[in-house]
């Protein structure tokens, strides 16, 4: 018996609706459980340009897929800055003496020493200032702070508040020296690889992470600039990592895995690996072993 027309378009009319739904369902589901987290990072540049969070970030997304790291390389105190003004759901930063207050006004909650390094005064192979051969890193400041007034050097300043000019700074005072507004002290008001490119090209003196220093270096961008004085109680770099306080849902979840692995055994590992081939040695130190001391070193930087 042939079907009636119209019970024959009911009837297709109810298949074409089953399979939307399906299709649709489909999508959601597929749509729902391979969507991306973005966890946006305010990190220092001197993990950003030496690649090493590049690096951590690739061996966390083969274990946990569905992610992505943003990350915002600016200085150590602007990293904070935008924590506070929850541009940020983590940070990795290396100024103790900033960490303490953001950690004191409630921004930045659970916290973790990851690694270290040294940081380096570099300079001209010529070392008008004889640097090399300063008893200590406020002595080495005093020479460059002498020849500069001579008019025979030039120190190049980063200028922007990252841990790196925090630093600085901090030894000038210590020297009791002020250098700003002197013609022969410069700020770039830029990150650390900047000012080692304008350093080299007035073969000036500046202080920088050995990290950045020496990965531009392997990449024959500073040929000028040489290590002219390092000190590991007097110039030791912490790195710390955090989770915004702000930061929730499935962006904080995710955040705080990455840090678990960062700090894990596996991304200590990768740390203690990641070195420039060139010279042998390793960009940054895993804390294995030495945090407790680290932690010491981080409450002493912090006072100032």
Not at 257 to 269: A, D, N, R, Y
């Amino acid at each position: 018996m042939a079907v009636p027309g119209v019970y024959m378009n009911k009837i297709i009319v109810a298949v074409l609706t089953v399979i939307i739904a399906v299709v649709l369902a489909s999508v959601l589901y597929v749509g729902y459980y391979s969507r991306e987290i973005h966890v946006r990072v305010a990190t220092t540049t001197s993990l950003y340009a030496t690649g090493l969070l590049d690096y951590l970030a690739e061996a966390f997304e083969e274990k946990r897929s569905g992610v992505v790291f943003d990350f915002i390389p600016v200085g150590s105190g602007e990293a904070l800055r935008r924590a506070a003004n929850g541009d940020a759901c983590m940070v990795f930063v290396h100024a103790p003496s900033l960490e303490k207050k953001y950690i004191e006004q409630g921004v930045l909650d659970e916290g973790h020493i990851f690694a270290y390094n040294y940081f380096v005064i570099v300079g001209p192979s010529s070392d008008p200032a004889n640097v090399s051969r300063a008893s200590s890193v406020i002595d080495a400041f005093k020479r460059i702070y002498r020849v500069g007034e001579e008019g025979k050097a030039l120190f190049i300043s980063r200028g922007d508040n990252s841990g790196t000019h925090v630093r600085e700074l901090s030894i000038w005072a210590r020297a009791g020296l002020n250098p700003r507004g002197r013609s022969w002290y410069l700020e770039t008001g830029s990150g650390m690889g900047e000012t080692l490119l304008v350093a080299n090209e007035k073969k000036a003196y500046t202080l920088s992470d050995i990290g950045t220093y020496l990965k531009y270096k392997k990449d024959g961008r500073i040929p000028y600039l040489t290590i002219l004085y390092t000190n590991d109680s007097e110039l030791i770099n912490i790195y710390s990592v955090y989770i915004v306080k702000s930061c929730s849902g499935s962006e904080r979840k995710m955040a705080e895995e990455f840090m678990k692995f960062v700090i894990g055994e596996v991304g200590q590992k990768l740390i203690s690996e990641y070195k420039v081939k060139e010279y042998g040695v390793r960009l940054f130190n895993p804390v294995n072993g030495r945090l407790e001391l680290l932690r010491s070193l981080w409450v002493k930087l912090s006072e100032g």
